[in-house]
């Protein structure tokens, strides 16, 4: 199915054109270096047409010089190859019919005679995904966080492909978790940690492990990440920084690393696509959580080297830092499966992990991601003096980050 989004009214392109001569700063069709930008009416730089083998939807945007493709759930968007038409006299890179890596948005660019215009494609796949909650209904939720996080889940997936999954509903039997390609479970409390009581279930626990061990897919979020532990996915006990209580106020603002050791670049990471990178100091981090009010409830793994060479027996690197110290990350990727995503802002090091990817190995197939860092959060608090109304001006960097991870999660196995 097909539906193209029309923005511009062609009839009036002839004026838009011109018009574009006095912003042109502003608007989408450049000049190319060392020319004078041409206003000639003719020269469209449009995609009219675009075609991807097995789509179910293609939506062309003609404003914001965006398709989005939706594919059947368990669609490779590792290799497409799509096809497409534009107007008149454009010549394209990538040209069509050339195989493309849609598991990350895919940029085109138009070019006709002086003029450009660049263009993303950006694919989904249509998987159902359950909302995981320990409340037995989404009105049962008191967490303001949790309770933020699954307001925009609902509002921004469709109802076909988006339910809230009670572990009641998983103890009763009520609920066929085979339904669900992703479970996604964000658990959050002011208190002292401790796991909801129906998350250590026994009929609980045995079947979204089942379900795991069999191909689903997890996105943990915040405490919930000891669910890694609780169905023996990860079995070393590692040091680990869990935050609690209601949180302080300051004028900072959180950040995610995604280079890590000043070596590792996870930038290019599916679920950072869209997500822009300050270069910090040998890192690439973005920004979470402006100033105001934070919770700062982590969930995070911490002296990772220290445990490396002190329980698990690896060799110090005499030519490296302790917490730099290769050896240690080897080993920790290496008996987890696991590619290290993310730190806090500031890290230079092996110190900590605050984001995973576990891949699948001989007993879990599905794939999880581990997302534990504090300054994630879905609901910044309305308290303090600082940033009294509680508006994360970062949200959107979060709200793209977990959008970018089901996706990404969709596509596995």
Same mark, same amino acid.
């Given at each position: #199915?097909?539906?193209?989004?029309?923005?511009?009214? &062609?009839?009036?392109?002839?004026?838009?054109?011109? /018009?574009?001569?006095?912003?042109?700063?502003?608007?989408?069709? =450049?000049?190319?270096?060392? !020319?004078?930008?041409?206003? =000639?009416?003719?020269?469209?730089?449009?995609? *009219?047409?675009?075609?991807?083998?097995?789509? $179910?939807?293609?939506?062309?945007?003609?404003?914001?010089?965006?398709?989005?493709?939706?594919?059947?759930?368990?669609?490779?968007?590792?290799?497409?190859?799509?096809?497409?038409?534009?107007?008149?006299?454009?010549?394209?890179?990538? /040209?069509?019919?050339?195989?493309?890596? #849609?598991?990350?948005?895919?940029?085109?660019?138009?070019?006709?005679? %002086?003029? +450009?215009?660049?263009? !993303?494609?950006?694919?989904?796949?249509?998987?159902?995904?359950?909302?995981?909650?320990d409340a037995p209904t989404r009105?049962?939720? *008191?967490?303001?966080?949790?309770?933020?996080?699954?307001?925009?889940?609902?509002?921004?997936?469709?109802?076909?492909?988006?339910?809230?999954?009670? #572990?009641?509903?998983?103890?009763?039997? !009520?609920?066929?978790?085979?339904?669900?390609?992703?479970?996604?479970?964000?658990?959050? &409390?002011?208190?002292?940690?401790?796991?909801?009581?129906?998350?250590?279930?026994?009929?609980?626990?045995?079947?979204?492990? @089942?379900?795991?061990?069999?191909?689903?897919?997890?996105?943990?979020?915040?405490?919930?990440?000891?669910?890694?532990?609780?169905?023996?996915?990860?079995?070393?006990?590692?040091? &680990?920084?869990?935050?609690?209580?209601?949180? +302080?106020?300051?004028? @900072? *603002?959180?950040?995610?690393? /995604?280079?890590?050791?000043?070596?590792?670049?996870?930038?290019?990471?599916?679920?950072?696509?869209?997500?822009?990178?300050?270069?910090? =100091?040998?890192?690439?981090?973005?920004?979470?959580?402006?100033?105001?009010?934070?919770?700062?409830?982590?969930?995070?793994?911490?002296?990772?080297?220290?445990?490396?060479?002190?329980?698990?027996?690896?060799?110090? =690197?005499?030519?490296?830092?302790?917490?730099?110290?290769?050896?240690?990350?080897?080993?920790?990727?290496?008996?987890?499966?696991? $590619?290290?995503?993310?730190?806090?802002?500031?890290? %230079?090091?092996?110190?900590?992990?605050? #984001?995973?990817e576990l891949k699948p190995n001989?007993?879990?197939?599905?794939?999880?991601?581990?997302?534990?860092?504090?300054?994630?959060?879905?609901?910044?608090?309305?308290?303090?003096?600082?940033?009294?109304?509680?508006?994360? /001006?970062?949200?959107?960097?979060?709200?793209?980050?977990?959008?970018?991870?089901?996706?990404?999660?969709?596509?596995?196995?």
């Amino acid at each position: #199915m097909m539906n193209r989004i029309k923005i511009f009214n &062609r009839s009036i392109f002839a004026l838009a054109m011109i /018009v574009m001569a006095l912003c042109f700063t502003t608007c989408q069709d =450049d000049a190319l270096p060392g !020319t004078s930008l041409d206003i =000639d009416p003719n020269k469209v730089l449009l995609i *009219t047409d675009f075609q991807a083998p097995g789509a $179910e939807e293609v939506s062309i945007d003609e404003e914001n010089s965006v398709v989005n493709i939706v594919f059947p759930c368990g669609t490779d968007l590792t290799n497409v190859t799509p096809t497409f038409t534009t107007s008149a006299g454009n010549t394209t890179t990538p /040209v069509s019919g050339t195989a493309v890596n #849609m598991s990350i948005p895919v940029e085109y660019t138009l070019v006709n005679g %002086n003029l +450009f215009r660049n263009w !993303t494609v950006s694919a989904s796949v249509r998987c159902i995904t359950g909302f995981l909650c320990d409340a037995p209904t989404r009105a049962d939720i *008191t967490d303001e966080d949790v309770k933020a996080a699954a307001d925009w889940f609902f509002a921004n997936y469709e109802g076909d492909v988006a339910k809230f999954v009670s #572990m009641e509903d998983i103890k009763n039997g !009520t609920v066929d978790l085979s339904e669900f390609k992703v479970l996604w479970w964000y658990y959050d &409390r002011n208190d002292a940690f401790q796991m909801p009581a129906i998350s250590q279930d026994p009929a609980v626990l045995v079947s979204v492990k @089942d379900w795991y061990k069999a191909g689903g897919n997890l996105y943990l979020a915040g405490y919930a990440n000891q669910y890694l532990w609780d169905l023996g996915r990860i079995t070393d006990s590692y040091n &680990r920084v869990i935050g609690g209580g209601g949180g +302080f106020e300051n004028g @900072d *603002t959180w950040t995610v690393n /995604v280079v890590i050791n000043q070596e590792h670049d996870r930038s290019s990471h599916p679920i950072y696509a869209g997500i822009q990178m300050d270069n910090v =100091d040998g890192r690439k981090e973005f920004p979470v959580l402006g100033a105001g009010w934070r919770e700062d409830h982590n969930y995070v793994i911490e002296k990772i080297p220290e445990f490396m060479v002190d329980v698990i027996g690896v060799p110090v =690197d005499p030519n490296a830092d302790f917490n730099r110290n290769p050896n240690a990350y080897n080993e920790f990727i290496s008996r987890n499966n696991a $590619e290290w995503l993310g730190t806090w802002g500031g890290i %230079n090091d092996y110190f900590m992990a605050g #984001m995973l990817e576990l891949k699948p190995n001989t007993e879990f197939q599905g794939t999880a991601i581990f997302q534990g860092i504090g300054g994630i959060e879905y609901n910044q608090n309305e308290e303090g003096t600082i940033n009294p109304g509680g508006q994360n /001006v970062h949200q959107g960097n979060i709200n793209k980050l977990t959008k970018n991870t089901i996706n990404y999660l969709s596509t596995k196995n």
